[in-house]
């Protein structure tokens, strides 16, 4: 059974920064690619960033020049510094992974992280 666990979320000013950590568990798996999403209240999901099993990056424009996703692949795990943050940037953080397993892939989604900036 693999998991993915998000963490990293709070509560910081305007101009802070965060990191939020994506840490997939389980065993005998590997993660493709990785994407952040967010969904503020009343509005619908949307991707912040995603990155590849090599390490191509994309970006929502919104976030493009403060956010940088990044992965470990050692570790299982994928990261998202927040830097600059706003407060449009509050919202729930998701993370969803591409996961394959033996010869099959399927989307895992984490549960969650809150991230609420103030202004």
């Known amino acids: 059974q693999v998991q993915l666990v998000e963490s990293g979320g709070g509560l910081v000013q305007a101009g802070g920064s965060l990191r939020l950590s994506c840490a997939a568990s389980g065993s005998g798996f590997s993660i493709k690619d990785v994407g952040w999403y967010r969904q503020a209240p009343g509005k619908q999901r949307e991707l912040v960033a995603e990155?590849?099993?090599?390490?191509?990056?994309n970006y929502a424009d919104s976030v493009k020049g403060r956010f940088t996703i990044s992965r470990d692949n050692a570790k299982n795990t994928v990261y998202l510094q927040m830097n600059i943050l706003k407060p449009e940037d509050t919202a729930v953080y998701y993370c969803?992974?591409?996961?394959?397993?033996?010869?099959?892939?399927?989307?895992?989604w984490g549960q969650g992280t809150q991230v609420t900036v103030s202004s």
């Open positions: 990155i590849s099993r090599d390490d191509n990056t």
């Open positions: 969803n992974g591409i996961i394959r397993i033996s010869t099959r892939e399927y989307s895992y």
